[in-house]
């Protein structure tokens, strides 16, 4: 009996281990995040010893993704979505000049969220070629048909931007906890779906989230800054698993609070 008690004892402690989030410094920024009408996003790409490819974009507030497309000499194939980045220093890249996407006039009075998506790799190719939009569950999908064992990094960059002729509305500064969040069974198009609706939907803050591409067999996850307490975040998460039909799932707390892992559930 008391061999049996142990072995359920070992069981439960691989069951709820923490798994390996990941990539933890980003390589990817935006120089300002709350920006007006017509405004274009700069995002600074960091330097690297080795020269990579990184392939940008543009995810909307209304749930929709396409590809930024890029002429120049750092374009590859002339015009689209992949920029070569050499090595050696920072680079920075204005992203504009795309109808309807950035530099258009907004009307009303609202305050948009939209984020930058961008994926960073020594060899990455486009996921998206066509111009019409995908929605981001469709755009995670082809993501992870492309880069099917290959190593990457996606970057989600969140930034609001403000209708026509209104200010930027100011981020206050607010204490923020940070959060590990792995992933155990479940897919990694579902991982990347939570971590946008985190990052750009809801009134949470302008977190930037880095999530590198699993390889076969590895695990997933990404950190996370929030002001909510970590009850309070750990119920949001949950309700977020839950509407993106993960109905099931457990969330595992790692004792800190702060180091969580969301479980698939039991087929």
Request: charged residues 15%.
């Amino acid at each position: 009996m008391r061999a049996l008690l142990l072995a359920g004892v070992i069981f439960s402690f691989f069951l709820v281990a923490p798994l390996d989030v990941g990539a933890a410094e980003p390589e990817v920024r935006l120089d300002v995040a709350a920006l007006r009408g017509g405004a274009v996003p700069r995002v600074h790409i960091a330097a690297s010893p080795h020269p990579r490819s990184a392939a940008f974009y543009a995810r909307t507030a209304d749930g929709m993704v396409q590809p930024i497309h890029f002429t120049g000499r750092m374009a590859q194939a002339g015009d689209g979505p992949v920029l070569q980045i050499p090595a050696g220093e920072e680079h920075l890249i204005r992203i504009g000049g795309t109808p309807g996407l950035f530099v258009a006039a907004r009307t009303g009075l609202r305050q948009d969220r939209e984020a930058i998506f961008v994926l960073l790799a020594e060899d990455l190719p486009a996921v998206l070629a066509e111009t019409a939009p995908v929605s981001a569950a469709v755009f995670f999908r082809q993501l992870m048909a492309v880069a099917h064992g290959q190593k990457g990094v996606l970057h989600i960059l969140p930034y609001t931007i403000a209708a026509a002729g209104l200010p930027p509305e100011g981020s206050s500064q607010v204490e923020t906890t940070a959060f590990e969040i792995a992933f155990d069974g479940i897919a990694p198009e579902a991982v990347f779906t939570l971590a946008d609706i985190l990052t750009v939907e809801g009134s949470g803050p302008l977190t930037p989230v880095v999530i590198e591409l699993p390889e076969a067999g590895g695990g997933i996850g990404f950190r996370y800054s929030s002001p909510a307490s970590e009850t309070g975040f750990r119920e949001r998460l949950g309700k977020i698993v839950k509407g993106a039909g993960l109905s099931g799932a457990r969330i595992v707390d790692h004792g800190a609070g702060t180091h969580l892992t969301v479980i698939a559930p039991a087929p």
